[in-house]
T-cell receptor, first 109, second 115 residues
Framework: QQPVQSPQAVILREGEDAVINCSSS?????VHWYRQKHGEAPVFLMI?????EQKGHEKISASFNEKKQQSSLYLTASQLSYSGTYFC??????????FGQGTRLTINP | DAGVIQSPRHEVTEMGQEVTLRCKPI?????LFWYRQTMMRGLELLIY????????DSGMPEDRFSAKMPNASFSTLKIQPSEPRDSAVYFC?????????????FGSGTRLTVV
C-alpha cells in the first residue's frame, strides 16, 4: 500500500527550512528517502530503520515514529541544490520498497 | 563501479511491437528491481528479484509484461505487444542485503514512447 506524503509541493526561498512528511497505514520495517531532479534517476538520501534513526547529511535529517508509522524529512537552511522531488519509500520486509507520490520542492534565490 | 546500467536510454516504438529493456546491476548486489514512473501513477514497483529469482511480480500490469534475470549481471523487461499506455520511464535499481543502509541505486532509466 502506497505511503502518503505531504505536502505535495513546497516553494521556499534559499535559507528557509522545510519539513516533508510520510505516513503509512501499515507497520513498517524501514523508511527510505530519495531525491529526484528533473530528467534524472532518484538518488538515495538516507534510511531509517525500525528501532533506530539515521542522519544522512549535515543539513538534511529525518525521523521515524514506528508507533505512528510516520517519517519526516527535515531540510535546514535550504540551498538551491535541494530543489527536486522527494520520495519516501516504505518497506515492510524483504527489501520491497513502495514509494509515495512525491513532494516537489522548489528553492528560489 | 559504473553503477546500474540501463539500455536503451530512449525507445520509440509503434503500437504492437515488442520492446526489450535491459539492465546491468551493480556487481555484488543481490536484489534487482524494475520500476515504472508516470505522472499519474508515480513510481510503481513492477517486479523484483533476489539472487536472480523473481520474488514478487504482483506489480506487473498484465501478461504482456515479462521479466527475466538469467544471471547476476543482467536482467530484461519485455513488453509484447506494446501499447500507448505503456509509455513511461522504466527504472532498474539494485541493492545489497548486506549493506541495506546504502539503499537502492537506480539506473538512468529508459524513456519508452509507444506511438
Amino acid at each position: 500500500q502506497q505511503p502518503v506524503q505531504s505536502p505535495q509541493a513546497v516553494i521556499l526561498r534559499e535559507g528557509e527550512d522545510a519539513v516533508i512528511n510520510c505516513s503509512s497505514s501499515k507497520a513498517l520495517y524501514s523508511v527510505h528517502w530519495y531525491r529526484q531532479k528533473h530528467g534524472e534517476a532518484p538518488v538515495f538520501l538516507m534510511i531509517l530503520l525500525k528501532g533506530g534513526e539515521q542522519k544522512g547529511h549535515e543539513k538534511i535529517s529525518a525521523s521515524f515514529n514506528e508507533k505512528k508509522q510516520q517519517s519526516s524529512l527535515y531540510l535546514t537552511a535550504s540551498q538551491l541544490s535541494y530543489s527536486g522531488t522527494y520520495f519516501c519509500g516504505t518497506e515492510r520486509g524483504a527489501q520491497k520498497l513502495v514509494f509515495g507520490q512525491g513532494t516537489r520542492l522548489t528553492i528560489n534565490p | 563501479d559504473a553503477g546500474v546500467i540501463q539500455s536503451p536510454r530512449h525507445e520509440v516504438t509503434e503500437m504492437g511491437q515488442e520492446v526489450t529493456l535491459r539492465c546491468k546491476p551493480i556487481s555484488g548486489h543481490d536484489y534487482l528491481f524494475w520500476y515504472r514512473q508516470t505522472m499519474m501513477r508515480g513510481l510503481e514497483l513492477l517486479i523484483y528479484f533476489n539472487n536472480n529469482v523473481p520474488i514478487d511480480d504482483s506489480g506487473m500490469p498484465e501478461d504482456r509484461f515479462s521479466a527475466k534475470m538469467p544471471n547476476a549481471s543482467f536482467s530484461t523487461l519485455k513488453i509484447q505487444p506494446s501499447e500507448p499506455r505503456d509509455s513511461a520511464v522504466y527504472f532498474c535499481a539494485s541493492s545489497s542485503s548486506g549493506t541495506a543502509v546504502y539503499g537502492y541505486t537506480f539506473g538512468s532509466g529508459t524513456r519508452l514512447t509507444v506511438v
